[in-house]
């Protein structure tokens, strides 16, 4: 028998829930409802382990990495804003690395990294040193480049030229872009000392303390949309950046009562943890700005969240996308309609768009698959000269005949006879495959293409041309 307590918290958390679904009722149907149901589930996903992604992996990873190319990053930094001329920001600046990088302990942790931002340090490196240093700190842009690839699932990352373009973009621009915003700071904030108005000082001040997370959550942002070589929408980054950005502000604040704790009552055993307590915290953003990227992928394919990882791990996952995509682009070539995009593509086959991009690639190079304006994709050749042979091993599907002669096997003389079964059954398969065309594939779905007689000609390119734009 329950007791009395125990029933009114059972009716209390009922009422509870009644009342929350009245009052959702209205919202759910609006953008701003859909937008925080998708990104409440994202992140439900997420503390499930979305994915079967190891975040706290690579987040110990770039923490390590970090510990090398950091300090390269900031001082090549300080060493552009006094090329730029401006020393007067310099010491802002060292003040506003310290505030983030060691919260509330500044003195005591980090005291380590003062060695390496003196100006002495950063002025006499020369020229063959501040490449060094330009290299190292690039290095930590790439590697959040790969990380964040690597989540949303990008197998073909930008050319290198490119990249390296963008981090000298970064790396040359992104102080004077700090010094101008700390310039515009103290601009405002002597005008209005000079109106000698405390009210408007003190609301300055609590605009600019309301900055911070703001600033956070804008810069999250926009690294999770242009950052993976893939299409990603605003309000799935914006999901992930404000989602990162409050709790990197909320981790800041609990990081500097812990840290300042530690140090007022524990001056002695606090001194000799202030490396591993900085290291801490950097792993910490890190896991932060992993978990807000993850949080950006799932809120993207937030319609087949649930199947997407099953789907990626089957072996045939790139066949059975190859064998879709040829379908489709059959399909379209007997219609004569534009040809789609891959993510138009994507969405309707309800798989993540670097998986499809990747598979067109693929079937592209193998001049199966041809791209006409503006990036849509149709058949390189009549559909019934093209078979599901020719897809699966432009894929590398599970299929892949070989001569005896052309791999090499173990040394041990067992491994032989085994193999011959392999090849005699990828032998017959590849028979069955043969027989398939992709004229096959669209009859499945359009009996009717089986009665005509004459292939159509390829779309006109008026028609080729008019394929553009986002579903």
């Known amino acids: 028998m329950r007791t009395l307590p125990s029933l009114f918290l059972q009716r209390l958390r009922t009422r509870a829930l009644q009342w929350a679904q009245r009052t959702w009722a209205p919202l759910e149907r609006t953008r701003a409802g859909r937008f925080a149901m ?20 690579r987040a110990a990873a770039l923490t390590y990495i970090s510990v090398f190319s950091l300090v390269p990053l900031l001082t090549v930094v300080l060493a552009l804003l006094g090329a730029y001329h401006q020393q007067a920001f310099q010491h802002r600046l060292r003040e506003f690395i310290s505030a983030v990088l060691a919260p ?94 405390p009210l408007f000082l003190d609301l300055f001040e609590l605009l600019f303390g309301a900055l911070s997370p703001l600033t956070a959550i804008a810069g999250l942002t926009l690294l999770y949309a242009v950052t993976p070589n893939t299409h990603v929408r605003w309000r799935s980054a914006l999901a992930g950046g404000l989602v990162a950005g409050v709790a990197w502000s909320v981790a800041r604040h609990m990081y500097t009562g812990i840290a300042a704790y530690s140090f007022r009552h524990n001056p002695l055993y606090a001194s000799l943890g202030a490396l591993p307590m900085f290291l801490a915290w950097l792993y910490v953003d ?34 059975l996308v190859a064998a879709q995509l040829a379908q489709e682009t059959t399909l379209v070539w007997f219609d004569g309609t534009p040809p789609p995009l891959p993510r138009e593509l994507a969405l309707r086959l309800r798989v993540a ?31 019934s000269e093209l078979t599901l042979a020719d897809l699966t091993l432009a894929v590398h599907g599970v299929y892949s005949p070989v001569a ?68």
Do not use: C
Not at 107 to 134: D, H, K, Q, V
């Open 38 to 57: 998708d990104t409440a589930l994202a992140v439900r996903g997420l503390a499930r382990g979305f994915q079967g992604e190891n975040i706290r992996l």
């Open 104 to 197: 509330g302990v500044r003195e005591e942790s980090a005291t380590f990294l003062e060695g390496f931002l003196e100006p002495g340090n950063t002025t006499a490196i020369g020229s063959a040193g501040f490449l060094g240093l330009l290299f190292s700190s690039g290095s930590l842009l790439h590697n959040i480049d790969v990380s964040l690839n690597e989540i949303w699932g990008v197998k073909n990352h930008r050319p290198w030229y490119v990249r390296g373009l963008i981090y000298a973009g970064l790396l040359l621009l992104g102080p004077l872009m700090l010094a101008l915003s700390f310039a515009g700071t103290s601009v405002v904030r002597s005008l209005l000392r000079g109106t000698h108005t």
């Open 286 to 319: 890190w896991l932060i700005l992993l978990g807000g990227a993850r949080l950006s992928y799932a809120v993207e394919h937030t319609t087949f969240r649930d199947s997407l990882w099953a789907f990626g791990a089957h072996p045939r996952a790139r066949e």
């Open 353 to 383: 768009e670097s998986l499809v991009d990747e598979v067109a690639e693929d079937l592209e190079r193998a001049g199966l698959l041809e791209r006409h304006r503006r990036g849509g994709l149709l058949p390189a050749r009549a559909p």
């Open 404 to 471: 005896p002669g052309d791999w090499s096997l173990p040394p041990s003389p067992g491994f032989e006879p085994l193999a011959a079964f392999f090849r005699e059954a990828d032998s017959l398969g590849l028979e069955v495959l043969r027989r398939t065309r992709w004229l096959d594939l669209a009859i499945l779905v359009r009996p009717e293409l089986a009665r005509q007689h004459l292939e159509p000609a390829a779309p006109s390119a008026a028609a080729q041309e008019a394929g553009s734009g986002n579903p």
